[in-house]
Each structure stands twice: as structure tokens, then as C-alpha cells.
């Protein structure tokens, strides 16, 4: 009964594929949600590949795939998404933030189209669906108790953030955003109040944020910050920047563990429970 969550993917900006990002991971955001017996897919970075060939092994014909946004790490995983070319499965692909810019269709349409990838969406054999909707609405998916609940975040184009609640436990997922200095975002506190497991986009250091600002991203120390002010359990720090490699990541965990208890930095292939 309670909210399962892996980790395929939760490097930002660009896969990294190197012996000094092994700890922590090089493909882009992909995570794995399992509640109340339905699959939740939130983004299509590049560590959907291997969680496709996880799926090709399991009868799993039905389940949602839910995009924070469409920047090229966040969707260039899903050509080589192996389940999509399966005629007996289905997926329910949703976005908030494409409404008044030609839908997610299009997005992913023109992603696979000549002269950028030499293969159509349309040679994808499983039945597509596909449904725009404005971040901030909660999402009716049917998931027999479970809630989906989203809010726009602060990013170039937009971004969602996600709230999963279930059998009294919730996870949420807040990448990619930018936070304003001395000025918690309110429609993440929202989003966010009481939750068990937060996952936040802390992309840079205190020290590197101000040079990158308008990018689109924050801090772990502002993910801290937002997380008890709503009350939030734990902290998981997120889209870890390329030149991030294990050493700089592992200092990462040990300041932030030392600010607050309930932070720690996510991993490719945690696989953990929200209970």
C-alpha cells in the first residue's frame, strides 16, 4: 500500500557516460512511480532506455506517461523507449505546458521527424495517447485511490511539477525550476505541504547560482528551505549537473545531511518505497 519509486535517470542538461559519474549516474531524468497497482512514467530522459528493457520482461499493458517539460534531456530518451514499439501496450503521454504551443504530440512528433531521427513516431506500434492540460489542475487518471496533483514551475517554456498521493503517503517531483532569492515559490509550497518525499532540482551550488540565473534551476539549499517551510519529510536532491562528478557530488551529500537530516542526494538505480 505504499508508493514505490526507481531512479533511471536523474542527471540534468545532458547525459554524461563517464567513470567519474558512476555513483550518482549519467542519463538524464527517467523515474519509475508504482502505486495502487498502476505505473506512473514521469519523464523521458535518457534512462528510459534501461526501463524499457526492464519493462519488456513484465506484462505491464497500461500506464501514464507524465512530462515535467519538454527540453531535449528530459524527452530524448523515448525514441528508444523499447514498449512503444509493442502493439499490445498503451501509453498515456500528458503535459502541462504545451496547451497554446501545439500540444505534446507535436512536440514528440517533430523530435522523430527527418532530418532529426530516422525514425516516425508513427512506426511506434503501441497505442499513443496523448492529452495537454494546464499545470496547476489535478489529473483524473483513474489510479483507484492515488491523486496527481501539479504546479507550474519557474523554467525557460515552462515546467510542472508533480505530487503523487497515496494510502496517506506522497511523493513529489520539482525539477526543473528556478527560485527567486529571499522568495520561497508559493505554488511549490502548495504543492509540496506535508509531503513525505520531496525531489527537488538542485542542479548548482550557492555559489554557482548567481552566474545562472535565467537558466532555470536552483539549489539544494533552497530545495531545504521550501521543504520545512511546507513541512516536507525528506529531501531528495536531484538533476545533478554534468560537471558534478562523484567526489563533488559526495561533498554535496555531506553539507546538505549536515544542514538538514532529511536531505539526501538521489542516485541512478535507488529503488526505494514512500511509506
Not at 506512473?40 to 500506464?63: A, P, V, W
Not at 498515456?92 to 514528440?108: F, T, V
Not at 492540460?133 to 501539479?150: C, H, I, P, Q, Y
Not at 532540482?201 to 532555470?216: H, I, L, R
Request: hydrophobic share 35%.
Amino acid at each position: 500500500m505504499s508508493i514505490r519509486v526507481k531512479i533511471w535517470g536523474c542527471r540534468g542538461s545532458i547525459a554524461c557516460p563517464a567513470p567519474t559519474h558512476l555513483k550518482y549516474g549519467g542519463n538524464t531524468t527517467s523515474l519509475e512511480v508504482d502505486v495502487g497497482g498502476i505505473k506512473l512514467l514521469l519523464d523521458c530522459g535518457t534512462g528510459i532506455r534501461n526501463l524499457g528493457k526492464q519493462m519488456m520482461k513484465h506484462e505491464q499493458d497500461h500506464c501514464y506517461i507524465l512530462l515535467t517539460h519538454t527540453h531535449w534531456d528530459h524527452i530524448n530518451g523515448f525514441p528508444f523507449f523499447a514498449p512503444a514499439f509493442d502493439k499490445n501496450r498503451h501509453f498515456e503521454i500528458m503535459a502541462g505546458h504545451l496547451m497554446d504551443k501545439g500540444g505534446i504530440r507535436n512536440i514528440l512528433e517533430t523530435q522523430m521527424d527527418n532530418p532529426m531521427f530516422p525514425v516516425p513516431l508513427d512506426a511506434m506500434q503501441a497505442k499513443l495517447s496523448f492529452t495537454d492540460f494546464n499545470a496547476g489542475e489535478d489529473l483524473d487518471l483513474g489510479l483507484g485511490g492515488a491523486k496527481v496533483s501539479t504546479a507550474r514551475l519557474n523554467h525557460p517554456n515552462d515546467a510542472t511539477g508533480y505530487r503523487v498521493d497515496y494510502n496517506g503517503r506522497s511523493m513529489c517531483l520539482i525539477t526543473d525550476t528556478e527560485h527567486v532569492e529571499g522568495k520561497l515559490d508559493e505554488n511549490i509550497l502548495n504543492l509540496i505541504e506535508g509531503a513525505d518525499l520531496v525531489i527537488y532540482d538542485a542542479t548548482y551550488t550557492e555559489e554557482e547560482f548567481p552566474s545562472k540565473v535565467g537558466w532555470g534551476h536552483s539549489t539544494w539549499n533552497e530545495g531545504i528551505k521550501l521543504c520545512q517551510e511546507a513541512g516536507a519529510k525528506r529531501l531528495g536532491i536531484f538533476h545533478h549537473d554534468p560537471e558534478h562528478d562523484d567526489v563533488f557530488m559526495d561533498s554535496i551529500a555531506e553539507a546538505a545531511a549536515k544542514v538538514w537530516d532529511g536531505a539526501f542526494v538521489i542516485q541512478e538505480n535507488m529503488d526505494f518505497r514512500v511509506e
